[in-house]
């Protein structure tokens, strides 16, 4: 049973544009909802997080919208540019801690030119 | 600099072998994991350890047994390696359970 999901599976954008990355969860103790950005050959880096008492985060170009009563989020990236082609995982955890997260299979984002 | 390192990064072994991979950090953090990434499948958690010799384990620890005897080095044993535990590790660490998780550059492991 996954409870994190996370679509698309990959998505193709141009520069300049608003990618959009999605993920949903199940468990209704996860309260933690950090998002790790990968690039290949290597280990995945904090991006961006959000607790769920919050329902909007923003850090530059990244934001977080959470919607706690639909057990969704998302993750926006403006301006995109091809430097962000990377694979965005969004993890959740319980009580606020990174002690027990549980992964989602990832988003593998291109950035056009 | 901040850095979670792992040893080797590549590393290949027959099956029935005995594996040893090893993770080190200069941060002092208290907080280890070791992880385990499959294609298409995220990460999954294997063993959490919450300071020297107070281990725990996580979601896949059947084939696996950690050990943490200094602060900053936390090793992953793979007793009589299979071929489905081919996979990349990645070892991390963060000061407390709250705070910002570092991972290591992983390491490529492939059980033949």
């Known amino acids: 049973q996954q409870q994190v999901r996370q679509s698309p599976q990959s998505l193709t954008v141009w520069e300049g544009e608003t990618a959009i990355l999605n993920c949903s969860y199940e468990n209704s103790a996860f309260d933690y909802f950090p998002w790790y950005q990968q690039f290949p050959g290597e280990g995945p880096a904090l991006l961006i997080s959000?607790?769920?008492?919050?329902n909007k985060k923003e850090d530059g170009r990244f934001t977080i919208f959470f919607n706690k009563r639909e057990k969704k989020l998302s993750l926006h990236i403006a301006d995109s540019q091809p430097g962000d082609s990377a694979t965005y995982f969004c993890a959740a955890g319980p009580g606020g801690s990174n002690a027990k997260l549980t992964f989602g299979k990832g988003t593998k984002l291109s950035v056009k030119s | 600099d901040m850095k979670v390192t792992q040893m080797p990064r590549y590393l290949i072994k027959r099956m029935g072998e005995n594996v040893l991979l090893e993770c080190g950090q200069d941060m002092s953090h208290e907080t280890m994991y070791w992880y385990r990434q499959d294609p298409g499948l995220g990460l999954q958690l294997i063993y959490i350890?919450?300071?020297?010799?107070?281990?725990s384990e996580g979601d896949i620890p059947k084939g696996y047994r950690v050990s943490r005897k200094k602060r900053e080095h936390f090793s992953l044993i793979l007793d009589s390696a299979k071929t489905n535990q081919t996979s990349v590790y990645f070892c991390?660490?963060?000061?407390?359970?709250?705070?910002?998780?570092?991972f290591g550059k992983g390491t490529r492991l492939t059980v033949v």
């Open positions: 959000i607790l769920s008492v919050s």
């Open positions: 350890s919450y300071d020297v010799d107070s281990n």
């Open positions: 991390a660490s963060s000061l407390g359970q709250n705070t910002e998780v570092f």
